[in-house]
């Protein structure tokens, strides 16, 4: 499989999403260890903080629309009970992967990691999503691949929601078992950040030959908190597994980031090497991924 780039550069992920969508499908029946549900949200963020430094205060406010276009002109859509947005990908120019394939207001933002003497930390980074009221984050540390999800409750104040260390934190986000049931993994399972169509229009404002979203490609990857399943991981040695870590979710129903589910780089969704060898690489990883009954 060559290691082409993404068509999505130019189309200007999220639905990552970005980013952080929820993916609710049963995880791979496993035994674990007993989970303790009582870690309160700040013990969470205490526990992610021992690696990232001090985390920002989290604010849509600060984050940045993604374009919703035709053709290349921008559209709207009539208000449902799921947002306002249209489920045919075809309705835009740059869908998001799952989800409402077309939808109006969603946003993204990205935080640089801080040092306690409130230095800017490079090695560390925060995505922000913006959706349908809510917040979501993912933290991540580049140098090791650690890894924290985050997300305010239902109803919550996506615009002035407290740090570590302010009245009320625990109040205002989810505690790592809530989030967890959510099955992150599920989806962000060969990176920590998703990118789609929709989310790769946006450019890192502070620098503009960036994407929004980093790409993390095949550097480490684990996540922080014993309430987390760890991404899955294969030993095939293969022309697929030697540029992309596998990804098995088929919740990516309106674009494919994943002819089997693997993440980008990919000029588009169906330009693949079709030799023979390309063929049978592909058909091993989709083995292995039918044996995780995700």
Not at 102 to 109: A, D, E, L, S, W
Not at 148 to 160: K, L
Request: with cysteine.
């Amino acid at each position: 499989m060559k290691p082409i780039y993404l068509l999505i550069l130019i189309c200007g992920i999220f639905s990552i999403f970005i980013i952080i969508e929820s993916c609710t499908k049963p995880a791979h029946d496993i035994t674990l260890e007993p989970i303790d549900t009582s870690r309160t949200a700040l013990d969470y963020a205490y526990e992610c903080e021992e690696d990232f430094g001090p985390l920002p205060k989290f604010s849509c406010a600060d984050a940045i629309e993604v374009p919703t276009t035709k053709n290349g002109i921008p559209v709207t859509f009539p208000s449902t009970e799921e947002g306002n947005g249209s489920t045919n990908p075809n309705d835009c120019d740059c869908p998001w992967a799952f989800g409402m394939a077309c939808q109006t207001g969603n946003k993204v933002g990205r935080y640089q990691g801080i040092n306690a003497d409130g230095s800017e930390n490079p090695d560390v980074v925060f995505i922000t999503f913006c959706r349908d009221g809510g917040l979501g984050v993912i933290g991540h540390k580049l140098s090791t691949g650690k890894t924290c999800f985050f997300s305010i409750v239902d109803n919550g104040d996506p615009d002035n929601s407290p740090k570590p260390g302010e009245s009320g934190y625990n109040d205002a986000w989810m505690t790592p078992s809530v989030v967890a049931a959510d099955k992150c993994i599920n989806c962000h399972m060969a990176s920590p950040f998703l990118h789609t169509p929709a989310i790769d229009q946006l450019r890192n404002p502070a620098d503009t030959s960036e994407l929004l979203v980093p790409f993390t490609g095949n550097n480490p990857y684990s996540v922080i908190g014993q309430e987390f399943h760890q991404p899955y991981t294969t030993n095939i040695q293969n022309s697929c597994t030697s540029c992309h870590r596998p990804q098995c979710t088929q919740h990516f129903e309106n674009y494919p980031l994943d002819e089997l589910t693997m993440p980008p780089p990919f000029e588009n969704a169906t330009d693949f090497d079709h030799s023979s060898i390309s063929d049978a690489d592909r058909q091993a990883i989709r083995n292995w991924c039918n044996t995780l009954n995700l």
